[in-house]
């Protein structure tokens, strides 16, 4: 195993993570949950983005108040549908008033360029709603498709890295058999459509399982030796690009060379549980730093060195409700004050709360365009 980096060579690489992104702006999106009661309000949010030179966003449903405070402001959405409202979404007709309601009234002012339909399915065992996710993403393109939309705004899912019963060596990577018959169908609508390929990939919980046996520094992007795939040769010094590239495995060995995997979720606790080893404030900046610095340098995976690495870092704030560990409550960049929680060179604006002589209007839909407006009481 390679020697740990110095303290300085670490503080350097942040220092030149910071430079990066001020040249070039963030070049991964980040995703935006609420599942909170303490966070800043969406037209804060968007100043705060703004000020990060952040434009792509992913969201877990399609809240109006967030959709309102974007408009005119340049930022991509990605917009989610529920797992509880997939077997919904089955139904066209039902579909297509999701879409009526939930996306054309913003467009083209807020940029919505994707839908995802339900969120790691296939890491339960609800049969009935795995067998009803297709049919839900069919039923929301063929809707997109009669708006005149289908070319602008993806459909797709968000899938656990648990759907691989096989990932290493990534060359050998292969969906567990039991979801083989959900998956083909799948990947032939991804390859019909023209639709990016979804996965939640979290190097933090393959170390968590078994810090004995994971190199840290292979899990954080640190300099190590690497660990190299037998078939092909190809070196691999981090665990999410072999992650990625036996994704990509798995979907050719069902026949598709034609389907971009993107990571849709991706990140690493600054806190955890007394079980969580790796859970903490430096572990997190070197992951999210690391990863911020390669994604600026446009990066591949070995397997796919021409293709940029396409990533939504989890998430933009601690999120105080979510249930489950400790950690699960402290993936956030930011502190909901807008405070970083650790110093990786994103120092953006929110700006203060507006006195009580203010107050926002709810989002009106005048002619079919969703606007928010705010007005002098």
Known sequence: MAKQRSGCSF???????????????????????QIANNLPSPNRVASLLHSLSVNRVKLYDADQNVLSAFINTDIEFVIGIGN???????????????????????????????ITVGNEIFKGNDTVLMANLLPAMQSVYQGLVSLGLDKQVNVTSSHSLDMLGNSYPPSAGSFRQDLAVYIQPILNFHSM???????????????K???????LDYALFEPNEGVTDPVTNLNYDNMLYAQI????????????????????????PSRGDSDEVGATPENAAKYNGNLLQRTA????????PTVPVDIYVFALFNEDLKPGPTS?????????????????????????????????????????????????T
């Not at 990016?196 to 190097?203: E, T």
């Open 193 to 207: 459509t023209k639709s990016p390929f979804l996965i939640n990939a979290y190097p933090y919980f393959a170390y």
């Open 11 to 33: 503080l350097y690489q942040l220092l030149f993570a910071g430079q990066v992104i001020q040249i070039l702006g963030i070049t991964v999106g980040i995703n935006y949950g």
């Open 297 to 304: 340098m446009k990066q591949g995976t070995p397997m796919n």
């Open 209 to 215: 399982a078994n810090p004995g046996t994971v190199s």
């Open 84 to 114: 509880e409202n997939v077997s919904t979404m089955t139904d066209p007709a039902k579909a297509l008033g999701w879409l009526q309601q939930h996306v054309l009234p913003y467009l083209p002012y807020t940029k919505i360029t994707c």
């Open 245 to 268: 590239d036996a994704v990509y495995s798995a979907v050719r060995a069902l026949g598709h060379s034609d389907i971009e995997v993107r990571i849709s979720e991706t990140g690493w």
């Open 328 to 376: 699960e409550r402290n993936y956030g960049l930011f502190y909901p004050d807008g405070t970083p929680v650790y110093n990786i060179g994103l120092n953006g604006y929110l700006p203060p709360m507006l006195s009580s002589s203010f107050k926002m209007m709810p989002a009106l839909s005048i002619f079919g365009i969703a606007t928010a407006i705010s007005i002098l």
